[in-house]
């Protein structure tokens, strides 16, 4: 009895499509390495405002559908890593390795008669790396969608669309990121900066 | 009841409270531009501020009024989806001078060309209550039910549209619509509304604008037999 009332509390999940449309890029001639790890194609936001009901929004299976397909509509040649690349295992056949990052997510739904949008905010980062696994750079993605959507008590669809544009957000803004491509091949062929010295611990 | 009483219920019921309407169009030229047979026009609604946004039930109104027109129209969600990613709210061009920029790139420019669009129309407004008071309040003591109250709210529609010629990459004209109207609910029994359409008001002056700004390709001779 108190399960199935607790089951009330939890709105049906928000799972956006993993269709995207084709991209219209102009192909950046570099062998590209593309490494998912289990956290970012598995991503799950859990949301639980302190008064209403715990909506969870699948993140991580719509996400690996469109930076797979914008960036392999980016780059001449982009190759799925499925080992995160280091100096025991070396991503073999590419010039560099993308790495995308959820680090955040956000959702808000109408609350009031004036609130027109249901939003989503997906703060995404991604990760330019040697294929030792040196970070070259990186860039922070903050991807945002909204849809007008229903009001109060009306079903998820409009939830599931904000998504889903926050994530074609993404997208423009990966486009933005790689629109010259000189200056994108320019950096990969410059040298990479030595990371940052470890603080010891045994500091005088 | 009389027939003369039920035909001025019915008129009462399908009355439409006043609506005001301006209506400014700019061109760039001063004739309108003629469209070419496989040529279209695409309505595409500005969506990049947060707190607003052009509402789809407009941009379908000014679609099917331009089709009626003799316009071809290019279904807007399909143009956005073949553009991927250069018409999302973070990319897609804010000025003529933008478009050229974006069309510079040869793999963008073919896209478009092969959609066939020639004028993109940028819509970008929406319709608000301004203002309203009133309250009506209705019961029911089976077998009756009654309301009895008088309400009322007012409307504006504001939209800037802009129009661009994709072939020549500039702007062809603006126009801009601006409608308000006070809607009524009196209630004696039954409420009666009495609506102020500002938005159909808006949508018909941004429509007839566009017809004058363009003109539909010419239809295609029939062969002498």
């Known amino acids: 009895m108190a399960l199935a009332l607790l089951g009330g509390c939890t709105a049906k999940p928000v799972v956006p499509s993993n269709e995207f449309p084709k991209p219209v890029l102009r192909k950046i001639p570099v062998a590209m390495g593309l490494y998912m790890d289990d956290a970012f194609v598995s991503y799950v936001h859990h949301d639980q405002p302190a008064p209403g009901v715990q909506q969870d929004v699948s993140v991580g299976p719509a996400s690996r559908a469109i930076f797979s397909e914008f960036l392999s509509a980016q780059f001449a040649t982009l190759l799925t890593v499925t080992q995160a690349p280091g100096a025991q295992s070396v991503a073999p056949g590419v010039q560099a390795v993308l790495q995308p990052i959820v680090q955040d997510v956000q959702i808000a739904s109408p609350k009031a008669e004036k609130d027109q949008f249901h939003e989503a905010w997906i703060k995404y980062r991604l990760r330019l790396l040697t294929p030792q696994g040196q970070e070259i750079t990186a860039w922070d993605l903050a991807a945002y969608g909204k849809q007008r959507g229903a009001k109060v008590g009306g079903t998820n669809s409009g939830l599931t669309a904000a998504v889903r544009e926050a994530m074609r957000d993404a997208a423009a803004g990966m486009a933005l990121i790689f629109r010259d ?9 410059a040298p990479v900066p030595p990371p940052p010295p470890q603080a010891s611990a045994a500091a005088p | 009841m009389s027939a003369s009483r039920v035909l001025l219920f019915v008129a009462a019921v399908l009355a439409s409270a006043c609506v005001t309407s301006k209506v400014e169009q700019i061109r760039q030229s001063g004739r309108s531009v003629t469209m070419s047979a496989g040529e279209s026009v695409v309505i595409l609604g500005r969506r990049h501020r947060g707190d607003r946004e052009t509402e789809q039930s407009f941009n379908k109104c000014v679609s099917k ?5 003799k316009l071809p129209v290019y279904a807007e969600q399909s143009f956005v989806d073949a553009m991927f990613p250069w018409l999302e709210p973070r ?15 040869p793999v963008i420019a073919q896209r478009v060309r092969d959609t066939g669009v020639r004028f993109m129309v940028w819509i970008d407004g929406e319709t608000d209550k301004i203002d309203g008071g009133g309250s009506v309040s209705c019961g029911i003591l089976p077998p009756a039910a009654a309301c009895l109250g008088f309400g009322w709210w007012e409307k504006e529609s504001k939209y800037e549209v802009s129009v661009w010629d994709v072939q020549t990459r500039s702007s062809v004209g603006k126009v801009s619509v601006n409608a308000s109207g006070t809607s009524y609910l009196p209630a004696l029994i039954i409420p009666i509304p009495l609506i102020a359409r500002t938005e159909a008001a808006a949508c018909d002056g941004v429509a007839g604008q566009i017809g004058e700004l363009l003109t539909p390709p010419a239809p295609l ?3 002498k037999i």
């Open chain 1, 181 to 189: 491509g000189n200056a994108f091949r320019a950096r990969l062929a």
């Open chain 2, 65 to 69: 009024s331009l089709t009626g027109r």
């Open chain 2, 91 to 105: 990319t897609a061009p804010m000025s003529s001078d933008a478009l050229a920029a974006l069309l510079d790139d």
């Open chain 2, 221 to 223: 001779a029939k062969p």
